[in-house]
């Protein structure tokens, strides 16, 4: 998306004149109509209009949360990376337009710590991806029983699933206001709305996402700010990779190595019409879509970006 917009002239470029009358360009546009259907000559390109949004992104330095900061700066856009820890990844796409501010997202404080810093480096927010999320500290998912959590486990999961969402949307939604509107963006799961057996309290937290999705959308579509949820299916990220992550887990439960689990174990066991588990720059690339004014009629939905797990759904 961005290559495409790279490839064309810079408006203040056009707006000489110079580079309309170079020869190699009236060519290149003339071919370029010749292309086109003439019923598609009016339509505008795949422009995200994301330059020069600010855009915060929790869990932003791994996984789904990095993919989405990677995508959102190549689109323009200026944005506020929050997690524990920045990461080698995260390091490396360091420029005048990333900020990283680390933090614990379990802390009440820090959502509008995050907001904050957004407000003071770039001045507002115009975005907000709340992706923080899976197992809080001390904790392995997957869970193969509702009896193998407790109170202190429920409450920490809805700590980190929801209720950082919560005070991120309370924190942000009046610097949108500000700007005359905004876009959420929250990263459920599948699980919310296919729950099986296996972790309950992730599902449920999952769920009151979902569902704060919808109320959310009622409430503010009047107001410019638009909020969607995306729901990955199982996604390769650090938290099914790392030593220790869920696909260690699933193969000692399956009896299977690590390489089988992942490549055709768990897509097998989920029903993946594809076969394969999502990328995360799968899920990044909507997203971003949805965080665009281009979705400029889309609030309150759920997104898929599963692989097909949810098909019967
Ligand atoms: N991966 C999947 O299969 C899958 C499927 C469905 C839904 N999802 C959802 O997608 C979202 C992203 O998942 P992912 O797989 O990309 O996760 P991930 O690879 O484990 O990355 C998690 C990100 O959140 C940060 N983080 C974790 N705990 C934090 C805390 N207490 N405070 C601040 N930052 C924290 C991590 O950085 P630090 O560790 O440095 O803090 C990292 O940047 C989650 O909401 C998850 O529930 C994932």
């Not at 190699?24 to 949004?53: I, Q």
């Not at 394969?276 to 799968?282: I, L, M, T």
């Not at 889309?298 to 019967?312: N, P, Y």
Request: glycine share 10%.
């Amino acid at each position: 998306m961005a290559a495409a917009r790279a490839a064309r002239p810079a408006p203040a470029e056009l707006r000489t004149g110079a580079l309309r009358r170079d020869p190699d360009v009236v060519h290149a546009v003339t071919e370029n109509r010749r292309r086109v259907p003439s019923h598609c000559r009016n339509v505008r390109a795949m422009d995200l209009e994301l330059d020069g949004k600010i855009a915060v992104v929790t869990g932003g330095s791994k996984g789904i949360g990095l993919a989405t900061t990677r995508t959102l700066l190549a689109e323009g856009a200026r944005v506020v990376a929050a997690s524990r820890r920045p990461g080698t990844a995260l390091e490396s796409l360091a420029g005048p337009d990333l900020l990283h501010v680390a933090v614990d997202l379990m802390d009440p404080a820090a959502p509008a710590e995050v907001v904050a810093a957004a407000v003071r480096a770039f001045g507002g927010v115009d975005v907000l991806v709340n992706n923080v999320g899976g197992p809080p500290p001390g904790a392995t998912l997957p869970r193969f029983s509702f009896m193998a959590g407790d109170d202190a486990d429920w409450q920490s999961m809805f700590e980190l699933n929801l209720f950082s969402a919560v005070r991120a949307v309370r924190a942000a939604v009046p610097c949108m206001l500000e700007r005359g509107g905004g876009a959420v963006v929250n990263v459920s799961t599948g699980s919310a709305r296919a729950p099986g057996a296996m972790n309950a309290d992730y599902a449920a937290a999952k769920a009151g996402l979902t569902v704060l999705t919808k109320a959310l959308s009622e409430e503010y579509a009047p107001q410019g700010i638009r909020v969607n949820t995306v729901s990955p299916g199982p996604v390769r990220t650090p938290w099914w990779t790392d030593e220790g992550g869920a696909a260690d887990v699933l193969a000692a439960a399956f009896g299977t190595d690590r390489d089988s689990l992942l490549t055709t174990v768990a897509p097998e066991a989920m029903h993946l019409s594809t076969g394969r588990r999502v990328d995360p720059q799968e899920v990044a690339d909507v997203i971003v879509l949805l965080a665009s004014p281009r979705s400029a009629s889309t609030t309150g939905a759920d997104v898929a970006v599963d692989a097909g797990f949810l098909k019967q759904t």
